[in-house]
Nanobody, 123 residues
Framework: QVQLVESGGGLVQAGGSLRLSCVASGRTFNFYTMGWFRQAPGKEREFVAAIRWSGDSTYYADSVKGRFTISRDNSKKAVDLQINSLKPEDTAIYYC????????????????WGQGTQVTVSS
């Protein structure tokens, strides 16, 4: 079992920044692909960013490229998501997930999830 806890969400004006954090506990963290997803009201959960266990490969949804940066620190069992130039359409609950194996942008292939952290962007 892996437990994930997200933090760092909040209310921010358009153009602002947030840094989301996800800390894992339980089984070995180092060999998981970590991902961030988000879900807005009435919409499906969508892929935002992912990072390989080694940290040497990162992946982003087109809608966030250049604005979001994912990083991880295996010694702390943590993965962060730096969000810059926030837009109202970024408003959603952001979830951290992990999966055994290589990169995937499909939320259904992730094995464990956190409870989510709310990001609200005002215009």
């Amino acid at each position: 079992q892996v437990q994930l806890v997200e933090s760092g969400g909040g209310l921010v004006q358009a153009g602002g920044s947030l840094r989301l954090s996800c800390v894992a506990s339980g089984r070995t963290f180092n060999f998981y692909t970590m991902g961030w997803f988000r879900q807005a009201p009435g919409k499906e959960r969508e892929f935002v960013a992912a990072i390989r266990w080694s940290g040497d490969s990162t992946y982003y949804a087109d809608s966030v490229k250049g604005r979001f940066t994912i990083s991880r620190d295996n010694s702390k069992k943590a993965v962060d998501l730096q969000i810059n130039s926030l837009k109202p359409e970024d408003t959603a609950i952001y979830y951290c997930g992990c999966r055994i194996g290589s990169y995937s942008s499909s939320w259904s292939t992730y094995n464990y999830w956190g409870q989510g952290t709310q990001v609200t962007v005002s215009s």
